[in-house]
């Protein structure tokens, strides 16, 4: 399972109040990713990484920022969250590359309220 | 930007039946790959198919690549309970070399 976790599983919050969702990962993999999964929509790139303080947005960054400080962490940090960010959360790495195979981590359910 | 469709979104089967499903792309691609998700888990990597016309096979799932490189299939032969979950396509190739991944087909198998 290439050994990523996340943290937490499980959060509900309220609109308008920061959350920060951590990707850790024990392999030392360069690249990692931050997607969101809703009905309907598949999964959605929210931002990724490609080293240490080396990210970048995806398709549907808007609201969500990110850190990289270490190889092992990838941060998602929702400033202000709000309904709309209702969703799952998945970090995957890939070993090898940006269009080659991703292992994703359990997923953090959050709900804003 | 890059298009990619997957169908279908859902699909109910009786165990022992077969099953299939597809991916577009609007762009060639340089690699396709196929996931699967169990209900309530997260994705699994299961393949990768990089060559023009590429077959390849585990067990009773066979995957294919278009010749164009713009579409792949995924078919399940005689499906048992435990093939249930959401199947997606991954696709690489577009403008930013990301993954972009299909919105899925959700298998639901009747014993």
């Known amino acids: 399972d290439a050994g990523i976790t996340q943290s937490p599983r499980h959060k509900v919050t309220e609109t308008g109040t920061p959350v920060t969702l951590r990707c850790h990962q024990t392999e030392n993999h360069r690249y990692m990713y931050w997607y969101r999964q809703d009905p309907g929509h598949g999964l959605r790139l929210i931002h990724y990484?490609?080293?240490?303080?080396?990210?970048d947005k995806g398709e549907v960054s808007d609201g969500y920022s990110v850190s990289r400080s270490k190889t092992e962490d990838f941060l998602l940090t929702l400033e202000s969250a709000t309904s709309s960010q209702t969703s799952v959360y998945f970090c995957?790495?890939?070993?090898?590359?940006?269009?080659?195979?991703?292992?994703f981590g359990p997923g953090t359910r959050l709900t804003v309220t | 930007g890059q298009q990619v469709m997957q169908i279908p979104q859902y699909q109910h089967v009786q165990e022992g039946e077969d099953f299939t499903t597809y991916c577009n792309s609007s762009?060639?691609?340089?690699?396709i790959q196929w996931y699967k998700q169990r209900p309530g888990g997260h994705p699994v990597f299961l393949i990768q198919l990089v060559k023009s016309g590429e077959v390849k096979k585990q067990k009773r799932l066979t995957f294919q690549f278009g010749e164009a490189k713009k579409n792949s299939s995924l078919h399940i032969t005689a499906t048992q309970t435990t093939d249930v979950g959401t199947y997606f396509c991954g696709c690489a190739g577009g403008a930013t070399n990301k993954l972009i991944f299909g919105t899925g087909t959700l298998l639901a198998v009747q014993p």
């Open positions: 762009t060639t691609l340089s690699n």
């Open positions: 995957a790495i890939s070993r090898t590359g940006h269009s080659y195979e991703q292992y």
């Open positions: 990484s490609y080293g240490v303080k080396d990210t």
